[in-house]
């Protein structure tokens, strides 16, 4: 990479402000009923399984540590310690597009062995949102959209520069979303700081 000399961060900033415009607005969207939908089968379920790819995947490993924090029986499918899905199980996909291959086939599985299905994702009308017993939909931009907002134009014009890049919107949205479930898990079971901080790792 060629030496660059750092003069502002313009970029930075507007960036952040977009993100946080884009939250707002998304916040007024969501459907209170599949919010609570959610929270009753978490509670529900005798072990909670979280699954996503790329950058979906490291938000679905972090929700997966706070619902251990809480003292949840979680898993996140792909490691080598995780074990077989039960019926009585609950699985959550993160997916922007619900398209991703590997987690719609993965969700698939999940339906097949009788195990509820959660999928947080932008897309409703998608393989992961059809199949879904509860779909969370989180309105935003995915790095699949063909022009999501005239994203290909503002390209072409040289606009990207000043854009955060694509399936930001979503993920930041996604991660923000689920740690908000969290604050009313808390809330539900009555868990303490003290509770959460007894189960945070000790050997890091």
Known sequence: MEKVQVNDCEDVLLSMRMISVNLSEIIDKLDRKAIKSMIQKILEGERIFLMGAGRSGLVAKAFAMRLMHLGFSVYVVGET???????????????????????????????????????????????????????????????????????????????????????????????????SIISQLITLTGASEAELKSRHTNIE
């Open 81 to 179: 310690t995780t074990p077989a899905v039960r019926p009585e199980d609950v699985v959550i996909a993160i997916s922007g597009s619900g398209e991703t291959h590997s987690i719609a086939d993965l969700g698939k599985i999940v339906k097949d062995i009788g195990s509820t299905l959660i999928t947080v994702t932008s897309k409703k009308e998608s393989t992961l949102g059809r199949i879904s017993d509860v779909a969370m939909i989180l309105p935003s931009k995915t790095k699949n959209d063909p022009d999501a907002g005239g994203y290909l134009e503002r390209n072409m014009r040289g606009g990207y520069k000043t854009m955060p890049p694509l399936g930001t919107s979503f993920e930041i949205t996604s991660l923000i979303f689920l740690d």
